[in-house]
């Protein structure tokens, strides 16, 4: 299961971090994985490279956290805003492969 937590700093969101695999297919045909990862690369991509907001950002096999410098975080809101919506709706379209929790600084 792809556990997804969004870390939030009062209302606004801060960051995530994304661990495990979904386990909806084999390797390489893993839908579910395949669009929560997508998301996640998207969404940091955007973050990074196109707002150009500084974030301190890890990647591993199965493992992507992200936390938004507070100085960039209202600039980064919609695109995280976007993300926890998005992956919402996966997540209640394949619970038992996507958990999406919420946790506060």
Known sequence: MVTVCFIKDGDEIAGFD?????GAGGFGKDIVCAAVSSAAYMAANTITE?????????????????IVNAADRRRCR????????HLD??????GKNVK????HL
């Open 78 to 85: 919609d695109i995280l805003n976007g993300l926890m919506l």
């Open 50 to 66: 196109i707002i150009g907001a500084k974030a301190d950002i890890s990647v591993d096999d199965g493992a992507m956290s992200l």
């Open 89 to 94: 709706g996966i997540s209640q379209q394949y």
């Open 18 to 22: 994304f661990s495990g695999h979904a």
């Open 100 to 103: 999406l929790v919420v946790k």
